[in-house]
């Protein structure tokens, strides 16, 4: 019998969370699987390296969310566009057709209350046996945790970022 | 005038030290980067899935190093092995040739005391404007968590493997 499906959760306030994804995706592809990605937050405005590699590599990709909220000029847009992201990442999660599904950033729609944790965690629960999922992004709730089989927290120590150095390209994104 | 360059510690128990990095690979093949990896601990033994990414990218990718050390049976070999790994990387990092280095697991050859931390400081602090590095493992020494950028400590929140679920190819490797 093949190994159950695993679901990891990256939090914390640390550099690391997607990155580590991102370098999982890669040692999926590496094994032939097939591998879906959701990125709620960042929105198509941001081009970033890991789109392009995920293209490259032939991953399916949906950028679904509305850039970060504390930049949106219409919450109800951001929020509708959060619910929906979250549609399509349930249906990738439920259908079975997936090795891998990286939901980046997905803690923030649980956050900001525009799915009920309870729905995330039943999608993240019943997934299929083949279906391993990482789930990314700050304050992953402590029903998400539960259910996991591995949880790191990435912690700052030091970010470039409290110096005054800007978001690099080839780094941060 | 261009940014300095960077220098990213990933240190801590937790998982995705090195996943991380390798999510920065992606990232940096993404914007044209010149890019080197030397694996300090892992062997040619594993057939890492982030090897066969790297190798696809046209990443320069060295496995430098002697299996973990306590599966080791010489324990002299494996030094040398990780003297003659740094000696490598420190050329590496030194010569203006790549715009990223990762050094996976460096930091053992520093806590085994194979190679003195201030070698390693001087390398790291000294490097070409052009070149960022990054730096996993655990046990990251203060000296040279001193002179980095940015420092995420991988906290182990929860573990498969301390569920006896095996390492799993796709996820860990």
Do not use: C
């Not at 000029?73 to 349930?90: F, I, S």
Request: hydrophobic letters at 40%; zero cysteines; glycine letters at 10%.
């Amino acid at each position: 019998m093949p190994q159950p499906s695993r679901l990891l959760v990256n939090t914390g306030p640390g550099k690391g969370k997607s990155s580590a994804a991102f370098g999982v995706m890669g040692r999926a592809w590496a094994r032939g699987w097939t591998v879906g990605v959701v990125q709620f937050v960042k929105s198509e405005k941001w081009q970033v390296g890991e789109r392009k590699l995920a293209d490259h590599l032939g991953i399916d990709w949906h950028t679904l969310g509305d850039g970060f909220t504390w930049e949106s000029t219409d919450l109800d847009e951001t929020e509708a566009k959060g619910r929906h992201a979250w549609d399509v990442a349930a249906g990738m999660v439920s259908a079975g057709g997936y090795d891998l599904v990286i939901l980046d950033e997905v803690t923030y729609i649980m956050k900001y209350g525009w799915v009920p944790v309870d729905a995330v965690v039943d999608v993240l629960r019943d997934r299929p046996q083949r279906t391993n999922v990482i789930v990314t992004g700050r304050y992953a709730p402590d029903e998400v945790i539960a259910i996991a089989d591995t949880v790191t927290e990435m912690v700052k120590v030091k970010h470039a970022f409290d110096q005054d150095i800007k978001a690099r390209k080839g780094i941060e994104y």
